[in-house]
């Protein structure tokens, strides 16, 4: 399973904007890389997924370089409810699950 | 669309209790999960169905637990002999079989505590 690897917390302030990096250095070929977020005592949700280059929704923006040994989520303008866990994962192909690490657990302070 | 329901949402037991949870997905979608997640960590796989069929059962998923899902449609975990180890939230999560098992939506859990 490729394993991913981010920061346990960050910090920042309404208004700006927030970059969360996943090293996912051992990424095969075919899989894909999901981000999800967690408030608390609720249940994660799907908020973006890529394989290459840039994606973008109404959420977030996820960037995967030319190697994909990396991703990052980017939040516009982060206001005090985008306070939560960010889980990057990496869709194993042919696999049915989900695989979590720790996430980032992101504070937006005002 | 009322999304994935978990049924109770809390449940405090004595050690050595047994206890149900059930899960409703959302209508149509093929995959079900289990998972389980204490403070701090990330939800950790439990167990995987693919309609009425139990695919997939992770080594954390012991004797003591047993998961159902008998028409395909809503799921059921139970725990018997519950110990104070056992306290946690369980989320269910379903997706259709059709999309990526990686957009899955999740209920939003069973906080279990065993006193």
């Known amino acids: 399973l490729a394993k991913t690897t981010q920061p346990i917390s960050m910090d920042s302030y309404e208004g700006q904007e927030v970059n969360i990096t996943c090293s996912h250095n051992?990424?095969?070929?075919?899989?894909?890389i999901t981000w999800y977020q967690q408030f608390p005592s609720q249940g994660p949700r799907f908020i973006i997924q890529?394989?290459?280059t840039k994606v973008t929704n109404e959420v977030a923006s996820l960037f995967i370089p030319a190697d994909r040994k990396s991703s990052t989520l980017s939040l516009p303008r982060v206001s005090l409810s985008d306070t939560a866990v960010y889980y990057c994962?990496?869709?194993?192909?042919?696999?049915?699950?989900?695989?979590f690490g720790q996430g980032t657990r992101l504070t937006i302070n005002p | 669309d009322t999304g994935v329901s978990q049924d109770p949402r809390h449940k405090i037991t004595k050690r050595g209790q047994n206890v149900t949870f059930r899960c409703d997905p959302i209508?149509?979608?093929?995959?079900l999960y289990w998972y389980r997640q204490t403070l701090g960590q990330g939800p950790e796989f439990l167990t995987y169905?693919?309609?009425?069929?139990?695919?997939?059962k992770s080594r954390l998923l012991s004797d003591r637990f047993s998961a159902e899902r008998p028409k395909g449609s809503f799921s059921t975990l139970e725990i018997q002999r519950t110990e104070q180890g056992d306290s946690a939230m369980y989320l269910c999560a379903s997706s259709p079989l059709k999309g990526r098992a990686t957009e899955a939506f999740f209920g939003q859990g069973t906080r279990l505590t065993v006193v």
């Open positions: 890529g394989y290459k």
């Open positions: 994962l990496v869709e194993i192909q042919g696999a049915q699950k989900l695989v």
């Open positions: 169905f693919q309609n009425e069929a139990q695919l997939e």
């Open positions: 209508s149509e979608h093929n995959r």
């Open positions: 051992n990424i095969a070929t075919n899989d894909y």
